[in-house]
């Protein structure tokens, strides 16, 4: 189950607004604490930590308020995984953690430590070999900017292993954190059933 994609398990867009807004109401007493947690971390200074991406172990100093997104891009260079909103809003940060598919902008890098992380760059066979997903995003024309589509892709891959791919409606509605400005939505389900099949008989 997606731990922090919108509109499913975990904190919705709309409770993390609705946070923000309780902390937008009692401005003095949250911005000086967030100040002072902030000067805190700095004080601290980095931390060690050794996030597992891809089957590989990666030895990072990183600051404790690092989210993985800036982990992934900023310190590994693995820039398959998009920074859109980088608020949670849109998907284009979605990554694997233990499988299951979260928002990489809202999840701190040291609160992964241990865990299995997948991003675009691991989702293709040892041998080069596209994943199902991957090669049916191809075939239908799943994208045309294709900024959005490592996120929709690991989105993709999830919400089949779910088994929350069941139809087209329900394919809309598990992949609507995943949002796409070119509007390449029809393609995109039409994928999402094609590789769901070719996932299933594999
Ligand atoms: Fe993470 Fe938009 S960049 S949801
Ligand atoms: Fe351009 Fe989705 S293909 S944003």
């Not at 979260?102 to 430590?113: P, R, Y």
Request: proline share 4%; charged share 20%; with cysteine.
């Amino acid at each position: 189950m997606p731990a922090n994609v919108p509109g499913r398990t975990g904190p919705s867009r709309r409770n993390l607004i609705a946070g923000f807004g309780g902390l937008a109401a009692a401005p003095a007493v949250g911005a000086a604490a967030g100040a002072s947690a902030g000067a805190k971390a700095q004080e601290a200074g980095p931390m060690d930590l050794t996030l597992t991406i891809n089957g590989r172990d990666h030895r990072l100093a990183l600051d404790p308020r690092t989210v993985l997104l800036d982990a992934l891009r900023e310190h590994l260079n693995l820039t398959g995984t998009k920074k859109g909103c980088d608020q949670g809003q849109c998907g284009a940060c979605t990554v694997h953690v233990d499988g299951v598919r979260v928002l990489s902008c809202l999840t701190l890098a040291a609160a992964v430590q241990g865990a299995r992380i997948t991003t675009i760059e691991g989702l293709a066979g040892a041998d080069g070999a596209l994943h199902p997903m991957q090669q049916a995003f191809v075939e239908h024309d799943g994208l045309q900017c294709g900024y959005c589509t490592p996120g929709q892709i690991m989105s993709a891959v999830a919400c089949v292993h779910e088994g929350h791919a069941g139809s087209d409606d329900e394919i809309r509605e598990q992949m609507s954190g995943n949002l796409c400005r070119c509007g390449a939505y029809p393609n995109i389900v039409a994928a999402v059933r094609e590789a769901r099949t070719r996932m299933e008989r594999a």
